[in-house]
């Protein structure tokens, strides 16, 4: 693996946000960690792996073009539009994000989820939810720990250009001031055009869709923080809090304010 992309992993952490009452979040740059209300069903088309676990009884899964599915584990694809919905209204969401994967593995993956082990993955991430109910604030969870905890063994990393491994790392330390594709093509030493298409080529996922991806996750930290909507929005570089609300729909199918308040709520997660 290349290093820079090496030490960007290891920089990877998050905090659990929300334990009280039984909901959770956990987000860092690469995997998320839901478990809570799905609100009312409504489409939802993110560009990530989703993987929905039931915490009682049964989920159900209808996709764009008619596929429907049941079970208390099931898989969706990046990009595809779909609705989930819960027997008991609630469930566990993990976002794995597919540029960090190498290539395939996580389709590997997919076939054990949705085979005969089907059963024993759901058991091991809710207990990767009573676990991280557990941990102390501060906490820190790399993707490795994080897949090893849900999966039982760590996801296979992508190897990046270290050209495209700095810009994501530039990328995760989003600090407020904007890092335009214009940027990142000059520490490239490439146009704005070649470096678009080298980013895409390495990463599989357009470079606008990944920075959306880390202003999200900054914004939901800044919310877990005590920020507002919209200073939350603002500080991420958002141009506004509607669109950070609308890109937080498009990958988790509640807005913000609805799965926030959900997160401090001390209504227990099966209300």
Partial sequence: MDDAKGQESGQQSGQPIGRQSGHLMLITPERVFYAGLLGRPRERCPGAFHVYVA????????????????????????????TIASEYRAAICLV????????????EM????????SPAFARRIRQAYVELRQRHGGDDISSAEFDTMCFGEALPARALDPRVARAMLQIGKFSGEPLTAASCAAEAALSPSRFLHLFKAETGVPLRRYRIWNRIGAASRAIAEGRTLTEAAHGAGFASSAHFSTAFRDMFGMMPSELFAALRSDAPIHA
Avoid: C, M, Y
């Avoid at 994000?97 to 395939?104: D, H, K, L, N």
């Fill in 55 to 82: 915490l009682q009884g049964g989920l159900w899964l209808t996709t764009a073009d008619g596929v429907e599915a049941s079970g208390e584990l099931l898989v969706v694809a990046p990009n595809v539009l779909h």
């Fill in 96 to 107: 794995i994000e597919p540029e960090t994967i190498r290539p395939g593995a996580f389709e």
């Fill in 110 to 117: 997919v076939k054990r989820l949705s085979g005969p082990e």
